[in-house]
């Protein structure tokens, strides 16, 4: 069974930082591309970062020069380093990743940006 935990979200005024971690398990970690994506209320989920199974990474306009994505294969923990953060970060985090034909998602962790 695929599974992906989601931990590190919390709390954190405008301009702080978090890290949030995946950590996975059902899959040859080292093999698989990871994404981070998030959903604000009343907003449809919406990609922030990927990384390859190389360690290429791409991420979203809003995520370019505030948040890195990052992958530890002897831990099959993916992390996204987000910095400068700003009240609309506020979302729930996923972590995702696919094998074969479909695509595996965690349960999400709250990350709320407010003063």
């Known amino acids: 069974q695929v599974q992906l935990v989601e931990s590190g979200g919390g709390l954190v005024q405008p301009g702080g930082s978090l890290r949030l971690s995946c950590a996975a398990s059902?899959?040859?970690?080292?093999?698989?591309?990871m994404g981070w994506y998030r959903q604000a209320p009343g907003k449809q989920r919406e990609l922030v970062a990927t990384?390859?199974?190389?360690?290429?990474?791409n991420y979203a306009d809003s995520a370019k020069g505030r948040f890195t994505i990052s992958r530890d294969n002897a831990k099959n923990t993916v992390y996204l380093q987000m910095n400068s953060l700003k009240p609309e970060d506020t979302a729930v985090y996923y972590c995702?990743?696919?094998?074969?034909?479909?695509?595996?998602w965690g349960q999400g962790t709250q990350v709320t940006v407010s003063s």
């Open positions: 990384i390859t199974n190389g360690g290429s990474t």
């Open positions: 995702k990743t696919t094998r074969g034909w479909r695509n595996y």
């Open positions: 059902g899959i040859i970690f080292s093999s698989h591309a």
